[in-house]
């Protein structure tokens, strides 16, 4: 019942910004992983950021760290991913996933995926 629905997505030149939003539905923040993943043509889907519900910490992979920023609204469900400083090599579709329970920031521990949105970084 558990559903992900990913928006804010588009097409940017770089240096500009985007957010992205997930909303969650049929479910609320006791203790899991919700995370933004990215995977890009030829590419392998990677990890960008998680956030864990239980303590609100979070993960960032390294080429975002200083210019992605997660976050969550809890009493809306929603899962933010602000993302600052745009760069072609960002360019990916974005999926929000989330994992019933605390989990490393990896694909193998998500149980629900949304749909994907697609962003584009270029002049």
């Known amino acids: 019942q558990v559903q992900l629905v990913e928006s804010g997505g588009g097409l940017v030149q770089p240096g500009k910004s985007l957010r992205l939003s997930c909303e969650i539905s049929?479910?609320?923040?006791?203790?899991?992983?919700i995370g933004w993943f990215r995977q890009a043509p030829g590419k392998e889907r990677e990890g960008v950021s998680c956030?864990?519900?239980?303590?609100?910490?979070?993960y960032y992979t390294d080429s975002v760290k200083g210019r992605f920023t997660i976050s969550r609204d809890s009493a809306k469900n929603t899962v933010f991913l602000q993302m600052n400083n745009l760069q072609p090599e960002d360019s990916s579709q974005y999926y929000c996933a989330l994992s019933t329970g605390v989990s490393a920031c990896q694909n193998f521990g998500m149980d629900y995926w949304g749909k994907g949105i697609l962003v584009t970084v270029s002049s």
């Open positions: 049929e479910f609320t923040f006791i203790s899991a992983t």
């Open positions: 956030i864990y519900t239980n303590d609100g910490s979070t």
